[in-house]
């Protein structure tokens, strides 16, 4: 009885992995190979730009590009104030030291996340405190977080300590996966409850929406980054978005070695950061940030085409952006079966590794915190949606050059 039930469930679950690899294969069937995942596009400015900072030499930290690159980040997201850095990691390890995070404390992060949010909390000298994503955003759970917090926390002098660890809880870091956004409100109003400062990991959702306000500049202090596979790239890069002036002066001077402005003296009055982001990297941001309206165009025309392709195939979602969330659908995934049941790993693996014979490149879910050795004894609460999510999703192909 149990074995038919499992055999039943193996033949659908194969029978689901040949249609979305067949159905891939046709939709890219004229498109030149590889199929990238999401690979950069550079057909604007982007060669006049980077020229112009060879032939000026002005190539490093300083230079015209930079001011232009943030300025342009402030004005797209709304943002009072944007500070361009080497890459996003690093604007996570900043935007948790502005946040007054100090070591030896935890941070509430979502265990379903790319591993530069954990490495982040480490760099600073903190311990990630592994939570829960919800089914249906793919980010931080507030109802799981809530729950979690009235059990185990606990306010004393003015801190919120983690009752079982005996550290303090130093800030909570949502990430808005694949760009969609986190319930904001639910998250700010637990944050608020307990007096523990919220820090946006926006990574990945530059161009998305939250209730018409761009993500990142509803915590007040937040990370962009501008990755090879991001929508918008710099080569490496990355972006604090900033609410308060001092502390967007602050941030600046952290990331540029804390020196002091002075004609010909070094003097430096803190330990300071070399996070400070190069021109030509900012070049190539500023002729990206003039593409990005056109990007977000194409990559939401795609979406309509993946609904029509996967419309009625069974035991398989496309996952579509929050109703209160306009999303920059950075990546799309199908998400297989219902709720919380397991999808045939073996069926799941001859997904990713069909495509990639016919060079069409998927990937799954990144591997959730708890399993990776450096992480795996972080504290946590129980991570069931995360596991779950982790087995049965395929990120398939989502460029603005598709
Ligand atoms: C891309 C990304 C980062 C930052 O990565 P960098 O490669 O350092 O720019 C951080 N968090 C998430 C969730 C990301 O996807």
């Given at each position: ?134 089914e249906t955003t793919l980010g931080l759970d507030p109802v799981k ?55 946006e990991d926006a990574a990945e959702s530059l161009g998305s929406f ?108 496309l996952f579509i952006e929050p109703s209160y969330a306009q999303s ?75």
């Amino acid at each position: 009885m149990m074995s038919e039930m499992k055999n039943s469930t193996i033949s659908r679950d194969r029978r689901v992995a040949d249609c979305i690899v067949e159905r891939l294969d046709s939709f890219f069937k004229d498109h030149p190979r590889p199929v990238e995942l999401h690979g950069p596009v550079f057909d604007g400015n982007e060669e006049k730009y980077v020229r112009e900072c060879v032939v000026t030499r002005w190539v490093s930290s300083a230079g015209a590009f930079v001011g232009k690159f943030e300025q342009m980040l402030a004005e797209y997201t709304g943002s009072p104030y944007a500070v361009a850095v080497t890459n996003g990691t690093v604007a996570l390890h900043m935007a948790l030291l502005l946040a007054g995070v100090e070591r030896g404390e935890e941070v509430l992060i979502p265990s379903l996340t790319f591993v530069a949010t954990a490495n982040a909390v480490s760099h600073a000298g903190c311990i990630p405190h592994l939570c829960d994503v919800s089914e249906t955003t793919l980010g931080l759970d507030p109802v799981k977080l809530s729950d979690w917090l009235d059990e185990i926390g606990e306010k004393r002098d003015g801190k919120v300590f983690n009752r079982l660890s005996g550290r303090a809880i130093g800030a909570i870091m949502p990430m808005h996966a694949f760009g969609h956004p986190v319930q904001l409100d639910e998250l700010l109003e637990i944050a608020d409850k307990w007096g523990i400062p919220l820090v946006e990991d926006a990574a990945e959702s530059l161009g998305s929406f939250y209730k018409g306000r761009h993500t990142g500049t509803i915590s007040g202090i937040a990370a962009l980054s501008f990755n090879g596979n991001k929508t918008v790239t710099t080569g490496g890069g990355g972006a604090l978005l900033i609410r308060d002036a001092e502390l967007a002066k602050r941030a600046k001077h952290l990331t540029t070695t804390a020196k002091k402005p002075h004609a010909y003296r070094f003097i430096h009055d803190d330990v300071g950061y070399n996070y400070r982001m190069p021109n030509i990297n900012a070049a190539l941001g500023v002729a990206q940030m003039e593409n990005l309206e056109r990007f977000l165009g194409r990559k939401r025309q795609l979406v309509e085409e993946y609904k029509k392709l996967f419309a009625d195939l069974a035991d398989c979602r496309l996952f579509i952006e929050p109703s209160y969330a306009q999303s920059n659908y950075w990546l799309n995934c199908l998400i297989l079966q219902g709720e919380q049941s397991l999808f045939d790993q073996a069926c799941l693996e001859s997904i990713f590794e069909r495509l990639a014979e016919k060079d069409i490149q998927t990937r799954p879910f990144w591997e959730p915190m708890h399993k990776l050795p450096m992480y795996e004894k972080c504290p946590s609460m129980p991570l069931a949606v995360s596991d779950s999510l982790n087995s049965r999703t395929v990120c398939i192909p989502s460029g603005p050059g598709l």
